[in-house]
């Protein structure tokens, strides 16, 4: 059980890293045009 939750906590925090990174990375753009 311990290591289903803690695969789920780490899909979960890598999606959002991602996400944000993504999110982050046009704000950028966007700012530098």
């Known amino acids: 059980v311990a290591a289903a ?3 789920a906590i ?3 925090s890598n ?3 991602i996400w944000l990174e993504r999110h ?3 704000g ?6």
């Open 24 to 26: 982050y990375s046009a």
């Open 10 to 12: 780490t899909t979960v």
């Open 15 to 17: 999606l959002i890293l």
């Open 5 to 7: 939750i803690y695969l």
């Open 28 to 33: 950028v753009r966007k700012g530098q045009l």
